[in-house]
């Protein structure tokens, strides 16, 4: 990105992020691909399309993301830099429930799905979108994996348990529903999947041999 | 799907389906798709491309199939009526291992991973496509769960384990990384898969309440 002089030129006072204009101009632009996404997909979002939602002019756009791909791997550099933390319920299995059901919640309804669903149908098309969602997802993983380091803490989980296996094992079976078989998803799918895990956890079968 | 008198009028002796001609001009079509699929992705597929490498003409390919996600949705109905059987390698253990490296065959080798992943991708985009996805694989894991009615049957798995909820949690995992968090995928993750499952069904994880 071009973090030049003229972008931190006016920084805005109480901007919650450095950068000032930059921010609030990265933001903007950044809600305005989400609403493409949301309402016409990835293959039908257009510079001009950010431009004109986002009041940032398409010459600014191009200059700085170069492209609509550009515009969908810093829309998700700037999902990833949230303060998302993984439910702490209290118990493993708890917090191992509430993960899946996050998913519902984030897929399971085709208004809030619409926009991350969009995310992973661009990887299938563009590289610089994969490489995206795969930093993005790395990183949301890597902070569940807090989950199952409290847990082996606190004696729910043998210690050696592989947490970032666990926590991929609990969301898979709804990404498999809503991306391959495309069956729909629900609370009662969310609940199963996090026993299967839990009580594979328990068994030892995620600490490596 | 078209099936006038014209298809049936020079019925091929030796033919291995119904249909002479028309079962082998639909085959040539579907493999011109999965060519094309592999090799330039479905965004990229045009009927243009599918009549060239099929020998079947392009009004002929409009009059039957109406369009490409028509081809595409066909090729995936054809895919769905091979006699493809999950293993039967005596027990569950060796059963889910093995369902779990048959994903790894097919989709962790580029080569050989492009026309599925395609038709993956292709489901972002087209609804058409996002059925035929659905009935595909509604149907594979239909025949996988032969392997858990096996396992119950010997006494692997309690009775009332849910088959189909058991063979997606296997593969769950490895689609995880290839289409959400693009990872690669390897046989000692497929192992790991198939051996959490096993724990899960051993504890009855799998038996709805």
Redesign the interface.
């Known amino acids: 990105m071009n973090d030049s002089a003229e972008d931190h030129a006016a920084p805005a006072p109480g901007s919650l992020r450095p950068g000032g204009r930059t921010a609030r101009t990265r933001a903007a632009v950044r809600d305005a691909v989400l609403t493409g996404l949301s309402e016409h ?3 039908a979002l257009t510079v001009e399309y950010v431009a004109e939602h986002s009041g940032v002019h398409k010459t600014t756009l191009y200059r700085r993301w170069g492209s609509v791909e550009g515009l969908l791997a810093d829309a998700l550099d700037l999902a990833g830099e949230d303060a998302w933390a993984p439910p702490d319920t209290g118990s493993l299995s708890g917090d191992l429930r509430a993960l899946a059901h996050e998913v519902v919640e984030a897929f399971g309804d085709p208004a809030t799905g619409a926009a991350p ?2 995310f ?2 661009a ?3 563009s590289p610089r979108a ?2 995206a ?2 930093a993005f ?2 990183e949301r ?1 890597r902070r569940c994996e807090d989950v199952v380091i409290r847990a082996v803490a606190r004696g729910e989980a043998p210690p050696g348990t ?1 947490a970032g ?1 666990v926590v ?2 609990v ?3 709804l ?3 809503l ?5 729909p998803i629900d609370g009662a799918i969310a609940d ?2 996090a ?6 956890v ?5 600490v ?1 041999a």
């Not at 328990?202 to 995620?206: D, Q, V």
């Open positions: 997909g990835y293959p669903t969009a992973v149908g990887a299938f098309q994969a490489e969602l795969h997802y790395a993983f592989d296996t991929r094992a969301s898979a079976p990404f498999l529903r991306f391959v078989t495309r069956e199963q999947a026993q299967a895990v839990l009580a594979a328990e068994a030892g079968s995620f490596p």
